[in-house]
Structure formats: structure tokens, C-alpha cells
């Protein structure tokens, strides 16, 4: 059967120093329609470059000199850009990993994806109208018709990357390239445009490249799958064999890097090293270096494709002539958890946060004179509480509130009511002066590095922009002789070379900006840290690293940790307790074996059911919620989920319900549990 995709010896370098950067080096694969392909690797390793290339949307640096990217056999390399254009968004169409370099900020959602429909269909207005409509309204876009006409500054992460989706799914393209396509959103609207991509999949026979570090989806949703390291394939098989039997030790490596709620009590397993330098010239294997079977055969001879079973093919020494495959890696074996541990209610005098009742509301004018003709309901009442040296997870729907809750924390926004305590001082209400004074004690992490770090300075004056504020007690005094030594700390903390602080931030990959940010938050010494997807850019290798490095910090210095984030594997290794947040309210909060064992609300538990696993013997039956996430323009009467719920009842339409409590930590609103009592048993209303 001929392959729709076809890549040839691809080479294509980057022409940004005084040596060529082979980003791409001598790749060769082939996609098949109907067929999702994975492709994984580190940051930095040549995957969105590849992606590039197909599309021919290099930078001006880069070239291709090698190789053909063939489409039914025609070679896209010799076409003119003219009818290239005629390709891009009908035949292939992406989906690309930083919606907000990707969205135009001066045009409305709705007239950028108008832009595809002109492009490649001819249809009425009133039908691209409608057509746009329904695109926005399956990648679960709340609100949609009065939203398509809002701009991109007006979306959180998640909700770009919606658009993204919209915007690449409108031409219903013979092969879909997906960069890291879910990494902004939270698991239930991944579970809705997954189950979307494996519709249009089954519907149209297209083909899909899917790039991403999520292991969880890759398991999930793809056929065959090739790791990629420093530009080149190292290895390919199909997703059964690869899931079973990873044969590359780097492959290995990052099935040992998963964080896990085994592997809680200890360090995840890190990759030693960086990626090296592409602008080298290998003599051996591209991995030796960090290979932790390496011996001189490897530094020598660059490795060849070696078979080892029906379509799984290696590079790697181990398996040739030279080395027995007996003496491959082994991943150890996971211990259970433990599920049914005591858990002593917090110390309330212990608290270093303590938010009471928090409520942000931003106000919508209308007309000539501008005035308030509602509010959108953005954090609607939240309490919590966060204890020296721990971790509080926050995790809900991209649109929920997360992000605001963080600002509002930091007074970053300004709040409507509520009380922010910080170590038993009063947040809210303080006077700019004494406000800055005690935001070196707590700083947060954005979910965007790109929007968040300055692009006119460099690195080093990124992270010593906050070393010495004036009249700030709680800043550490650093001498100018002393700040570069410190910023290369910084650097060494989070895993980058120390000469990376003279370049800019344009120069970086997306997880390499994460780990810059994570880099300038710490710079401060700060005693509690908002981590907003912190992890969200990050591959699994450099995830273990920072998550690794934020647990050692913990440790050592006693960090508290408020970490917003959809990713429930690294709630299970990092985080003490969990709060679960629907439309501006907290729905459940427990210790985190708690909630994630025994979920009583049905948002928690249509959450939980939702988050891809590797296991196949761990899957379980997802819970598809009806409907779309309310606008908090208009929230709903009675408990926000009643519209959504499987198990809605008349009271719940009528009146918000109070606190059931099922242990000392554990508690939730909802009317399926006796309110207001020690111990809550399912009621038998329903």
C-alpha cells in the first residue's frame, strides 16, 4: 500500500552560527492514511522542525539540503510556493504548540478560521458562519457564538489551543500534524478533542503525525511510534511492542522518568547531561554520552537499523553482533501505593496561605456611555489553605478560574471580596509599597514562558532583574560579582549550560523558556511558589528534573507549593492535598490519595475517568459530560454542574449545595451526600 507520507533522507539544517545546525538529520519515515503516527523525543531534539519542514514554514535561517517529503508521491520539496498554498490547511494542516505565536492578537477568532474556509471551500457567508459555529462548538468553545467574535488576548492557554485545533480541523485535511496538540489543555476537553481527532480519523481516512511528550496519549491514540533524539530516529515499532518492550535505553529512560504515585516518596529518574550540540559532527551514537551503557564500540561507530522483532527497528549498540541483547536496560518494577493510610486534619496555626471566601469579578461594559451590564464570575468564592512545606494541587477545566485564583493570591488583579492572608498578614487591600516588600515571599510561575519573559533581554538580566529591588528587606543583597555566579546556579538548577544566559529568549524551545521562568521565580528566594503548568511544555525527561528540583527545594527549604495544572500523574507524585475547581468554585478537596481514589463529586470523577493511561489493563470507562462548561457570564442556578451532571435531582437546580464532609481532609458540595455532617453516606434521593 503506498504510504500518503513519505520522508526521504530529510536534512534540514539552521544556519544561526559560524557552524550549520543539523536540526534535522537523515530522517526517514512513512504515514499511512487513516494512521496515527507518534512522534516523541526531548525538547530541542528535531521534532517541530520536522513538522516545519513538511509544511515548508521554515524560519529564514533554515534549509533544506537533502532528502524528499512526498504527499501520494509527489515531492512537496518541488513545488512552487503558490500551489504549496493550496496544500497547507486542505491537504496538511497543523496544529502548532504555542497557539499565541500562532493566533493573529488584531483579528477575531472567527475571522481566522473565515480565512481557511475562503481558502479551500466555496461556500455562502452564512454558511461559514454556521460552519465556524460548529468547529468552535466541538472543540468545546463555551459560549461559542458570542465568543468567535472576541480576540485571542481575551482566551486562556487552554482556550487558544482550542482555536488552534478549530482553525487546523476547518479544511478536514488529508493529514494532520499535531504539535504537542493537548499540552495546554486540561484532560477532559484532551479527552473531547482526541475523541474528536478519531472521529474525523474514521470519518475521512486522514492521516495524523502527532508530536507530542505525553506518553498517556500516545498510548492512547497511536498506531506506530518513532523516538527521536538529536535529530535523527533511534527507534520505531508499533505501539504494542514499544509499550511492552522499549528497546532504546533512552527509550527506556523515559518510561523511568514518569512521575507516579509509587514513586512519591523518591526522586523520578533523570537522564543525565543535556542534548548535545547539533552542530557537531557525531563519530558514534548520539546518546552515548548519557547512556548509562555506553562503552567504546558506541563512541566510535555510529549504529545501524537493527530488527528485533516484526516492525520494531533500534539504533543501538546493544543489540548487534558486538552485544548481547541480554544486557539492555531494565526498568524496575513499580511498587503499589499505598491507598488506605490515615490522614491527620492540617494544623490550622501551621497555615502560610489561608484565602477565605475569595471572589474576582471583572465587569463587561456596554454601550456609548460604557456601562456595567453584568459580570464575568472568573473566582466565585474559594477558600483553601496551604501549610509550610506543602503542596496544594488546583486542578479543573481550562476556563475555570485556576489562573485567576493565582493572580488574585499574588495581587496581581484586583479582588472583589474575600481575604488573601499571607503568614498572618493581610494581602488584599495593601498599599502598593508594602506589597512589592512581600512579593519576594511568594512568587508564581506563568503557564506561557514566551508571553511572561522579556524578548529585548537576555537571560542574565532576566533572572537578575529581581536580585536587588529597592527597599525590599526580604531580597537577598547580592553584589554585581556575585549575581553571575548565582544566575548560573539558576541555570545549573533547572538544567541548562550556564553559556545560555547571554542568549535571548526567541533562542530557546518552548521547554527550555519553562525552565528559564522556573529559573527567575526562584531567583527570590521565595516561601511559596504558584506553579501555573509549570510542567505543561516540559518532555517527561525535563519534567522529572524540575519536578525533582521543586521537591528538593521543598525539602530543603520548606516551599509551599500552590500548582495549578491538568496533568493528573504529577498531582499523584508532588501534591499533599487536591482541590478540584468547576466554574469559579471549589467542587472537592481531600488529600490527594483521597480524591483520586475515591472521588465522590461527578465533575471528579468524570476528570479522573478522562486522563490517558499506558496500562492497558488499567483502563477504564471514561465519562463523556454532556454539554459545554457554562459561561461564568451567566452561570447557572443551583450547584455550576447541574447541567452537566449524569445524576442531576430538582434541588440541585434550586440551591447550591452545602459541604459534605467525609473525613478530616475530605470534603465535597454536592446534594448526592448528607450536607453539614461529620460523615457523609450517599444519599438515597437518587
Not at 171 to 185: Q, S
Not at 279 to 303: I, K, M, N, Y
Not at 538 to 565: K, P
Request: charged fraction near 25%; aromatic fraction near 6%.
Amino acid at each position: 500500500m503506498m504510504p500518503l507520507l513519505e520522508i526521504e533522507r530529510l536534512k534540514t539544517i539552521l544556519n544561526t552560527g559560524p557552524k550549520p545546525v543539523r536540526a534535522v538529520d537523515g530522517l526517514g519515515l512513512k504515514i499511512f492514511k487513516g494512521e496515527t503516527f507518534a512522534l516523541l523525543g526531548e525538547s530541542g531534539c528535531g521534532k517541530s522542525m520536522t513538522a516545519l519542514s513538511i509544511m515548508r514554514l521554515l524560519p529564514e535561517t533554515a534549509e533544506i539540503i537533502e532528502g524528499h517529503i512526498k504527499i501520494d508521491g509527489n515531492d512537496l520539496l518541488l513545488l512552487p510556493e503558490t500551489d504549496m498554498r493550496k496544500v497547507r490547511g486542505k491537504r496538511i494542516s497543523m496544529i502548532f504548540q504555542e497557539p499565541m505565536l500562532s493566533l493573529n492578537p488584531v483579528m477575531t477568532i472567527a475571522s481566522q478560521i473565515e480565512e481557511v474556509l475562503k481558502q479551500h471551500f466555496d461556500l455562502h457567508r452564512t454558511d461559514i458562519q454556521k460552519r465556524i459555529l460548529d468547529i468552535l462548538q466541538q472543540v468545546g468553545i463555551p459560549d461559542a457564538s458570542r465568543r468567535m467574535a472576541e480576540y485571542p488576548f481575551q482566551f486562556s492557554g487552554g482556550m487558544k489551543q482550542r482555536v488552534m485545533i478549530a482553525m487546523a480541523l476547518a479544511g478536514e485535511p488529508e493529514l494532520l500534524i499535531a504539535d504537542e496538540p493537548t499540552t495546554a489543555l486540561d484532560v477532559t476537553i484532551q479527552a473531547q478533542v482526541l475523541d474528536l481527532m478519531r472521529e474525523l480519523q474514521q470519518r475521512t481516512d486522514m492521516a495524523i503525525l502527532l508530536i507530542t511528550h505525553d506518553l498517556g496519549v500516545v498510548a492512547e491514540m497511536a498506531h506506530r511510534i518513532a523516538v527521536m533524539y538529536a535529530g535523527e530516529i533511534i527507534e520505531t515499532a508499533t505501539r504494542e511492542d514499544f509499550f511492552q518492550r522499549p528497546a532504546h535505553p533512552y527509550s527506556q529512560k523515559l518510561f523511568a522518568a514518569l512521575p507516579t504515585r509509587s514513586k512519591r516518596n523518591r526522586g523520578l529518574a533523570v537522564i543525565s547531561g543535556n542534548v548535545p550540540p547539533l552542530s557537531q559532527v557525531f563519530q558514534g551514537c548520539r546518546f552515548a554520552d548519557r547512556c548509562d551503557h555506553a562503552w567504546e564500540l558506541c563512541r566510535q561507530t555510529v549504529p545501524e537499523w537493527i530488527e528485533i522483532a516484526a516492525d520494531h527497528r533500534v539504533k543501538c549498540h546493544l543489540f548487534s553482533e558486538q552485544k548481547e541483547s541480554k544486557d539492555q536496560a531494565k526498568i524496575p518494577p513499580e511498587t503499589a501505593s499505598s491507598a488506605d493510610a490515615d490522614y491527620a486534619a492540617p494544623h490550622q496555626d501551621a497555615e502560610l496561605l489561608n484565602v477565605t471566601d475569595l471572589k474576582i469579578h471583572f465587569p463587561i461594559h456596554k454601550g456609548l456611555l460604557k456601562h456595567i451590564a453584568g459580570y464575568v464570575k472568573a473566582v466565585d468564592g474559594i477558600s483553601l489553605t496551604i501549610a509550610p512545606g506543602k503542596t496544594l494541587a488546583l486542578v479543573g477545566e481550562s476556563g475555570c478560574g485556576k489562573t485567576t485564583v493565582g493572580k488574585g493570591i499574588c495581587q496581581l488583579i484586583p479582588t472583589t471580596a474575600g481575604s488573601v492572608q499571607f503568614n498572618g498578614s493581610e494581602l488584599t487591600g495593601l498599599a502598593r509599597n508594602h506589597l512589592r516588600k512581600k512579593r519576594a515571599e511568594f512568587q508564581i510561575i506563568f503557564q506561557d514562558p514566551y508571553s511572561s519573559l522579556n524578548p529585548r533581554m537576555r537571560i542574565i538580566e532576566i533572572l537578575e532583574e529581581g536580585m536587588n529591588p529597592l527597599d525590599c528587606d526580604r531580597h537577598d543583597k547580592i553584589k554585581s560579582n556575585q549575581k553571575e555566579n548565582k544566575v548560573d546556579e539558576l541555570l545549573q538548577r533547572v538544567g541548562l549550560p550556564a553559556e545560555a544566559k547571554w542568549r535571548y529568549p526567541h533562542e530557546f524551545s518552548g521547554g527550555q523558556r519553562q525552565r528559564i521562568a522556573i529559573a527567575r521565580a526562584l531567583a527570590v528566594n521565595p516561601r511559596l511558589l504558584i506553579c501555573d503548568e509549570p510542567t505543561s511544555a516540559l518532555d517527561v525527561s525535563v519534567q522529572a528534573q524540575i519536578l525533582n528540583l521543586l521537591r528538593t527545594l521543598q525539602q530543603n527549604l520548606g516551599l509551599a507549593y500552590l500548582f495549578i495544572t491538568h496533568n493528573i500523574s504529577v498531582v499523584e507524585y508532588l501534591a499533599d492535598e487536591v482541590a478540584v475547581m468547576y466554574l469559579g468554585r471549589i467542587v472537592e478537596k481531600g488529600h490527594v490519595d483521597e480524591v483520586l481514589n475515591a472521588p465522590k463529586h461527578p465533575y471528579t470523577q468524570a476528570l479522573l475517568s478522562s486522563v490517558p493511561v499506558i496500562e492497558a489493563a488499567s483502563k477504564r470507562e471514561s465519562i463523556h459530560l454532556k454539554g459545554e462548561l457554562p459561561s461564568p457570564t451567566n452561570t447557572p442556578s443551583g450547584c455550576y454542574f447541574h447541567p452537566r451532571c449524569p445524576y442531576v435531582m430538582p434541588i440541585c437546580r434550586e440551591i447550591y449545595p452545602d459541604k459534605s464532609t467525609f473525613s478530616a481532609t475530605h470534603s465535597a458540595h454536592c446534594y448526592l451526600y448528607a450536607q453539614n455532617q461529620n460523615s457523609a453516606e450517599p444519599d438515597n434521593k437518587y
